[in-house]
């Protein structure tokens, strides 16, 4: 039975006005007690009363004085508390960029625009989830070169996915404007799912590594709220819904649902989440995610090479900590540089490209390296997409021939169905209405745009579309199977003498090599 002398137990040691107490911008109430912010009406803030009360007097407190020193700190708050921000794992403070390691001494790794630092009880908010895990501290003083040690465990196909990986976790650190979506795809045995697993550790240790993709947004939402960078396993299909919440994801967005056991009151999840997604082959298809990911691909493993994970986890906990303190060096030069940058020509993610070419004086690559790579990933998936969406392939075909094309969306589609094969079972996709076609049009414009295509729809008394070559002047006319042998004596006359050896068409490998490379230099955004 409880004695009298726990009576002023909650009013002494909680009492509102000698506590931190304070609401976000939703209004909901936190604390901020023995280091660790909690949300007052949570499990986590209960089991903390509990326990105090048990210390104190070695006997747990009954549940309806706990529940009434919860709802009065509920109330003091939404009244009287002001307004401040929480965040989890990663904060920006001042002028300042707070890491949360999740250490019971409530330790942050603190980066300026001069100094990269580990304090404790720092100035942010940060609140934890039951599946958030301990990382170790970085190495201080780290060096550019610490980052190719990533190529000891992650086998990256060319040297520009090698670039774009990195230039994908620093942004995850930045925590203005968006995180672009990150997808990892290769054939089985190119550790896409190992990759997950450090990216995890480097930068979000967390109890649950890889999730399924979810199918609605509400089951989104909740993942996006107790994990920062989310890894996806798997995935064989990206739906039109899934896309959408992806793409809200990426640069903010808020859910709300009802409030259990009411009428009318609503709950508020707002989150803003890097994601990870891969798969074999598992590419968006839709063009404005396609606009928010970095694409990186990688290579299979070969047998001889391959280590177990005992073996993998035990050399990368050595060269974690270089690796983590090299991107914090990176995020430092960031902050330092970001409002000189004066690059124009950014991506659709601007803050991301704004944020790694402020650091790339710290980066294992030359100036203006990350935006070349930038341009040639933009041109393989304008390419791709445009390959995978029959509307667009029609509209590309039905423009080869013709500067400009302008009627209703009624004609368009009966000219753009003369366009392709006409078994429609090929194209299970293709509008079959022309207000359809005129939604999907909507969707392709911005790549038709950057293949030369200029889509408008006007209202003059009738709607009608126009579809103009914008650079008309510069494409060739295809070739004529009956000018074909012409052409290529043509094309012979102006190769010297000697270069090409006697019998079938050769390309030397190297010159092939060379001039792939030319070819692509030229192609080439709160909790």
């Not at 909901?28 to 210390?55: C, E, N, P, R």
């Not at 997409?385 to 075909?397: N, Y």
Request: one cysteine or more.
């Amino acid at each position: 039975m409880e004695g009298k002398k726990d009576n002023g137990f909650f009013k002494e040691n909680f009492g509102p006005e000698t506590l931190d107490i304070f609401k976000t911008a939703a209004g909901v109430v936190y604390i901020t007690i023995y280091g660790m912010t909690m949300a007052v009406l949570s499990g986590m803030f209960q089991d903390l009363l509990d326990k105090q009360h048990f210390k104190e007097f070695n006997f747990f407190p009954c549940d309806t004085r706990v529940k009434k020193a919860i709802k009065t700190l509920d109330k003091y708050g939404r009244n009287f508390a002001p307004v401040k921000k929480v965040f989890r794992r990663f904060a920006s403070v001042g002028a300042a960029i707070y890491i949360d390691l999740c250490t019971p001494d409530f330790a942050a790794v603190k980066i300026t625009e001069d100094t990269v630092t580990v304090e404790h009880n720092p100035k942010a908010k940060f609140i934890r989830s039951k599946a958030q895990r301990t990382i170790s501290a970085p190495v201080l003083k780290a060096l550019p070169k610490y980052f190719e040690l990533l190529n000891r465990y992650i086998p990256f196909k060319t040297e520009e996915d090698f670039v774009l990986f990195v230039s994908w976790l620093l942004g995850c650190m930045n925590t203005d404007g968006g995180y672009p979506v990150l997808f990892l795809v290769g054939e089985q045995g190119s550790a896409k799912s190992t990759t997950c697993r450090l990216i995890k550790d480097l930068l979000d240790a967390s109890g649950v590594l890889l999730r399924n993709m979810p199918k609605t947004e509400k089951e989104l939402m909740i993942a996006a709220c107790n994990d920062f960078i989310l890894c996806f396993d798997n995935c064989s299909k990206i739906s039109d819904m899934q896309s959408d919440n992806l793409c809200k994801l990426a640069t903010g967005t808020a859910f709300t649902t009802r409030r259990l056991y009411s009428t009318a009151a609503e709950v508020q999840l707002v989150s803003k989440n890097p994601c990870v997604i891969n798969g074999i082959s598992c590419l968006p298809t839709r063009q404005d995610l396609l606009d928010r990911s970095i694409i990186v691909a990688l290579d299979f493993i070969a047998p001889e090479k391959r280590k177990t994970d005992k073996e993998l986890m035990a050399s990368w906990e050595y060269d974690r900590p270089f690796i983590f303190g090299a991107l914090c060096q990176a995020v430092s030069t960031a902050l330092k540089n970001y409002d000189s940058v004066s690059e124009r020509d950014l991506p659709r993610m601007a803050d991301f490209a704004k944020w790694v070419i402020a650091a790339e004086e710290n980066l294992p690559w030359e100036k203006g390296q990350f935006m070349k790579t930038m341009r040639n990933l933009r041109s393989k998936i304008v390419e791709e997409a445009l390959e995978a969406d029959p509307v667009a392939m029609a509209v590309l075909k039905l423009m080869e021939n013709r500067a400009t094309w302008s009627g209703s969306a009624t004609v368009l589609l009966d000219d753009l169905e003369a366009c392709i094969d006409q078994d429609r079972k090929k194209y299970p996709g293709f509008p079959k209405i022309a207000n359809h076609l005129s939604r999907e049009l909507e969707r392709i414009s911005a790549f038709l745009r950057e293949k030369g295509i200029q889509v408008e729809r006007r209202h003059s008394g009738q709607r009608f579309i126009n579809i103009t070559r914008t650079l008309a002047e510069d494409v060739e006319e295809p070739f004529q199977n009956g000018d074909i042998a012409e052409q290529m004596q043509s094309v012979q006359a102006t190769i010297p003498s000697g270069y090409l050896p006697a019998g079938p068409a050769y390309v030397p490998e190297e010159a092939n090599g060379e001039e792939d490379s030319e070819i692509e230099e030229n192609e080439v955004s709160d909790y």
